[in-house]
């Protein structure tokens, strides 16, 4: 398994953002008088509280593995979803797509365990005010 973070997405006005603003935006970090959020803990019970598992942010997308190939051992990393509450589903904001038709799918091979940067870079092709 690996995980697909965007870094930098577009906002609406097509300018650069940092994903994890995004994510900061959607969730409160703090109550409304502006005290940070803290766990409930019951009178009574146990004063120290254990976090079992943290949230997936929205800009996190899981790749798992599925073979392709038993003969070959050959696997690719598909993209999944995170369960989300009422069953939302977060769809990528970036637009990096592979020219295969295949946009969900990295050979495994292709993502060292140092992980991979993928850049989207527009060429624009145009004439100078001379004509060339």
Request: net charge neutral; proline share 9%; glycine share 10%.
């Amino acid at each position: 398994m690996a995980w697909a973070v965007e870094h930098t997405i577009e906002n609406p006005l097509g300018q650069p953002k940092p994903g994890h603003e995004e994510n900061q935006e959607k969730t409160a970090l703090a109550t409304p008088d502006g005290s940070p959020r803290l766990p409930k803990v019951t009178p009574g019970g146990p004063q120290i509280r254990y976090q079992i598992e943290s949230e997936v942010y929205d800009n996190w997308f899981p790749l798992i593995t599925k073979l392709i190939d038993p003969a070959t051992a050959l696997h690719i990393l598909q993209r999944g979803v995170v369960a989300l509450d009422a069953g939302k589903v977060v769809e990528p904001r970036g637009r990096v797509r592979e020219s295969s038709g295949q946009v969900d799918q990295i050979q495994e091979q292709e993502v060292p365990r140092s992980g991979v940067r993928v850049s989207r870079a527009f060429t624009h092709f145009g004439r100078s005010t001379l004509g060339n």
